[in-house]
């Protein structure tokens, strides 16, 4: 099993700034893809970036540009900073790992945190 806990959220005005944080533990692997994914009231499950063991990383195109996902191994932490926020950016944020590559499914993720609430105000 691995445990997901994410931080860092909170209220910011419109055109500024989070760093939201993931920590993991448990059955961590280096090997795993952490993604992003968001939840506004009323709305589905939206994927918002992934990063996998390589570093590489994908992105939402509502995102891009904006958030910067990144990874520290050695803290077992995913990152995402976000910036230029905007009020339909609002939503919860929750963390996720997969074993293996890219992925920006919900489904395709077997370990969920519980998320941290991001609130833009215009």
């Known amino acids: 099993q691995v445990q997901l806990v994410e931080s860092g959220g909170g209220l910011v005005q419109a055109g500024g700034s989070l760093r939201l944080s993931c920590a993991a533990s448990?059955?961590?692997?280096?090997?795993?893809?952490m993604g992003w994914f968001r939840q506004a009231p009323g709305k589905e499950r939206e994927f918002v970036a992934v990063?996998?063991?390589?570093?590489?990383?994908y992105y939402a195109n509502s995102v891009k540009g904006r958030f910067t996902i990144s990874r520290d191994n050695a803290k077992n932490t995913v990152y995402l900073q976000m910036s230029s926020l905007k009020p339909e950016d609002t939503a919860v944020y929750c963390c996720a790992a997969k074993n293996g590559g890219i992925a920006t499914m919900p489904n395709e993720f077997d370990y969920w945190g519980q998320g941290t609430q991001v609130t833009v105000s215009s």
């Open positions: 448990g059955r961590t692997s280096r090997n795993y893809a």
């Open positions: 990063i996998n063991w390589s570093y590489s990383t």
